[in-house]
């Protein structure tokens, strides 16, 4: 018997198929349409993607033609190399809860999704920040690309009635809908190159089964992805929100997270890994019979940030900075001059902005490279 009606979910859900077409329609009359057939079909007439957007019926349809060409033009466009391992471990008759760092607002899932597809698995759902649904254009291409809502902010009882919605939605969708799912190991982007799982996210997977917090876990078959690019994606965008926000609360500014969607889709990102890290078992979880809650979700947190760091490729970038950082040499076999020239070349860049204290801007800027090597070491 199911534990839940579809229905209670439609404030948050994708797309069903039968919304496909309409959303195709509004998709085609946006006034950015010939933008996205000049990026995603070069050498098409914008007519003829007009008309094959107009005959899909199903997300798959969307995804497989759409999506999928998109991955495929990012992935020739904007990196040196694509890379993955792991995926052959996954079984394509379960549905599995894929937890990443964060490092990309689009990519790490969008990624994430082409791999599965490309390997002939279905794809997943995919948490999509209420603040990211900046415009009705968005929205279409978000739901009909299987990503649902997820509420940010609020006061305590909202957060807290908006968590468990999420929690139930997250079992639901495992359990009953049969479909997979990508989130976050943390609200919002890493931004300062520490890959850290929130606990409050293993919290609120325990939400909607809390009676048995080792079955509230196990039975969403959790996979830990470790992603990994080797130019940081928006790294100076990143940096100079982390120096702002030294002074008081940053405030993001009207546009900038569709800033840095566009900005992260079309930067150089050299050599970029997906590694499917071992499921985290009733087994592995067990361990932690005894803890109560809070040590528990801290536990189980902490074993994810294990696996993703262990598997996280680090590059000669990392090693770079981190002698820059320090001053220092010990990692001098790891790169060549060429390397460290281009790097420092990227670091020019912070030399464009008019700041009372650069020096420490060029520290932040040399922590996201740098602290990768001191998680994973």
């Not at 198929?17 to 998709?27: G, K, L, N, T, Y």
């Not at 007519?47 to 798959?60: A, G, N, P």
């Not at 279409?140 to 807290?160: C, H, L, S």
Request: aromatic share 12%; net charge negative.
């Amino acid at each position: 018997m199911n534990k839940y009606n579809p229905s209670q979910f439609d404030d948050i859900r994708p797309y069903y198929d039968s919304e496909i077409p309409a959303a195709m329609q509004r998709i085609v009359e946006s006034d950015f349409f010939g933008l996205l057939c000049t990026y995603v079909y070069p050498g098409r007439s914008q007519e003829d993607v007009r008309k094959m957007m107009l005959s899909f019926k199903t997300i798959r349809d969307f995804q497989l033609e759409v999506m999928f060409r998109v991955n495929e033009q990012v992935i020739a466009r904007s990196t040196t190399a694509f890379t993955y391992s792991g995926i052959e471990k996954l079984d394509p008759k379960k549905q599995y809860l894929f937890v990443s760092n964060h490092r990309d607002i689009m990519l790490d899932a969008c990624l994430l999704e082409y791999l599965l597809a490309k390997n002939g698995l279905d794809t997943t759902e995919i948490t999509f920040g209420a603040n990211l649904m900046s415009s009705p254009l968005v929205i279409d291409i978000g739901k009909a690309n299987k990503m649902f809502r997820v509420e940010r902010g609020g006061n305590m009882k909202d957060f807290y009635l908006s968590s468990k919605h999420l929690s139930d939605y997250i079992r639901y969708v495992l359990t009953e809908k049969g479909q997979g799912m990508w989130i976050a190991q943390r609200n919002g982007r890493t931004k300062d190159g520490k890959d850290q799982t929130d606990q409050g996210i293993i919290k609120m997977f325990c939400m909607s089964e809390p009676e048995d917090k080792i079955k509230a876990l196990s039975e969403l078959n959790i996979i830990p992805v470790s992603v990994s690019y080797e130019w940081e994606s928006c790294d100076v965008l990143k940096a100079l929100e982390l120096y702002a926000s030294r002074f008081s609360k940053y405030i993001k500014k009207p546009g900038e997270d569709l800033n840095s969607i566009l900005t992260g889709i079309v930067q150089p990102k050299g050599r970029v890994n997906f590694t499917f890290c071992d499921q985290i078992t009733e087994e592995d979880l067990h361990q932690f019979d005894g803890y109560t809650n809070n040590e528990y979700h801290r536990a189980v947190a902490q074993l994810l940030d294990k696996r993703i760091n262990a598997a996280y490729q680090l590059t000669p970038n990392n090693y770079i900075a981190h002698d820059l950082r320090y001053g220092q040499q010990i990692y001098r076999n790891r790169y060549t001059d060429a390397e460290r020239d281009a790097f420092l070349a990227h670091m020019e860049k912070l030399n464009t902005f008019d700041i009372s204290e650069p020096d420490v801007l060029k520290d932040i800027f040399l922590g996201i490279y740098s602290n990768p090597i001191e998680a994973k070491e």
